[in-house]
């Protein structure tokens, strides 16, 4: 009766929808040893995108200010209505919230929790971002690793809270807003493609790499008409990334005295300055769209 | 009478499934995001039921110039679990097999990189055992001074 159950409830894992999406043939991939095995099971494929958190750091390493007039405002809040504007929007201010507190802008941190809150909750997630967690913000205004634990704790909560009830889909779209937004931020405070902040450039222009992952993602959820609507406006996006270039050499793991390796490599990019504007453009178009 | 019990059957079934996934998100939260510190955890959920010789992959864009720390956990019925990083032509950077099997690894990358980690469970030597079955976790933590 036990393995009757453990090969049911296999079975039933295998036919929820995040199962048909993830699952390859083996035969796909190239994998020698696994040939060599013969192995006849599916695989499971997650794509990953960077996180709101991620995003944040990202642009604070690349050496972006902080300018709070890029960001959504929260008085936007009751123009979200749909669930997909509500799942977009929770994206968008988890990134807000993510920079601003990065940036040790606790007010505002605290103004995009409380936001991200009432969308999580218009999500039905209620659980995911409880009342003690903006107590928490006010209490460690001072301690910015202790937002940043309580940021990501909110998003796992989140995000596992969708996957459990099986509304990846919608998991997959509050990532994306996020994305979107991160990319909005970092192309607002840049110029142009030959501005001095030429390494908030480079990330810019090596979203090209998360992008292909962001289709891949949002392709698995066929099934969902929100999701497909995004993914429709990523795809125009792809078609402006399609005219960068990156030349991605090979890499060299280099283990030295510390603890932490280094993946050696160098990448060369090339991007015409009219495309550079276009893709800004194409950025702030569908921002505009899904902040409306 | 029978409908009766293909229902019962069939909710039980659907609660011991739903009960899967919920430790599956307990023991991501409670045992692997603790393997993180004293990075960042970047708030994503990588986490599947997976049996013995199974395995996952997972696709991801490492950024320039951040340092990461990944973590594989395999909840304790499971035996060893090897996570592999390899490049996009599907070159093995690391494997912790060589490593004693260590849930964690740190590394940053020069340039960015788009990397695959393959996570397999190993497969026990004595076939007259029951394939066990478990939760698996990929987590990724970010340092962020």
């Not at chain 1, 969308?119 to 928490?136: F, K, P, Q, S």
């Not at chain 1, 929100?226 to 399609?242: F, I």
């Not at chain 2, 599947?48 to 010789?53: F, K, Q, R, T, Y």
Request: charged share 25%; net charge negative.
């Amino acid at each position: 009766m036990a393995a009757l159950l453990a090969g049911f409830m296999f079975s039933c894992a295998s036919d929820s929808p995040k199962e048909k999406r993830v699952k390859v043939d083996i035969e796909e991939l190239s994998t020698v040893d696994m040939a060599e095995q013969g192995v006849q099971t599916a695989r499971q494929i997650f794509y990953s995108l960077p996180s709101p958190l991620e995003t944040a750091l990202i642009l604070k390493r690349s050496g972006a200010t902080y300018n709070s007039e890029v960001l959504n405002p929260v008085e936007n809040l009751p123009r979200y209505t749909t669930t997909k504007a509500m799942a977009l929007n929770l994206g968008i201010y988890s990134t807000d919230l993510s920079y601003a507190s990065l940036y040790d802008q606790t007010q505002a941190s605290i103004k995009y929790m409380t936001a991200s809150k009432k969308l999580a909750e218009g999500l039905g997630i209620l659980n995911a971002i409880d009342n003690t967690v903006i107590e928490r913000l006010e209490e460690n205004v001072n301690n910015r690793d202790v937002i940043m634990d309580i940021i990501s704790e909110t998003f796992l909560n989140t995000n596992s809270i969708l996957e459990e009830n099986d509304r990846i889909a919608i998991g997959a779209i509050i990532l994306v807003g996020g994305w979107i937004e991160g990319l909005y931020i970092a192309t607002a405070l840049v110029d142009n493609a030959k501005s001095a902040d030429f390494e908030l450039v480079e990330r810019i222009i090596d979203q090209k790499m998360s992008l292909s992952n962001i289709i891949k993602l949002l392709e698995q959820h066929d099934d969902n008409s929100d999701a497909q609507a995004v993914l429709s406006d990523v795809k125009e996006l792809g078609m402006v990334y399609d005219k960068i270039q990156i030349s991605v050499s090979q890499v060299e793991v280099i283990n030295d005295s510390s603890h932490v390796a280094t993946l050696r490599g160098k990448n060369v990019v090339s991007v015409d300055p009219k495309v550079f504007q276009e893709l800004k453009d194409k950025t702030n178009e569908i921002r505009d769209k899904y902040i409306m | 009478m029978r409908s009766v019990i293909i229902i019962l059957l069939t909710s039980a079934l659907a609660f011991t499934s739903f009960n899967g996934m919920a430790q599956c998100k307990n023991f991501a939260k409670k045992i692997c995001r603790l393997e993180l510190k004293p990075y960042t955890h970047d708030g994503n959920y990588n986490a599947a039921i997976l049996s013995e010789g199974e395995d996952a992959e997972l696709f991801k864009t490492f950024y320039a110039g951040q340092e990461y720390r990944i973590a594989v956990c395999g909840s304790e019925s499971l035996c060893n679990v090897e996570f592999q990083i390899m490049d996009v032509e599907r070159t093995v950077l690391y494997t912790n097999k060589t490593n004693g099997y260590k849930p964690t690894w740190d590394f940053k990358v020069e340039a960015t990189q788009q990397l695959i980690i393959l996570v397999k469970v190993c497969e026990r030597s004595d076939t007259s055992q029951e394939v066990e079955s478990g939760c698996v976790a990929i987590m990724f933590g970010l340092k962020t001074d």
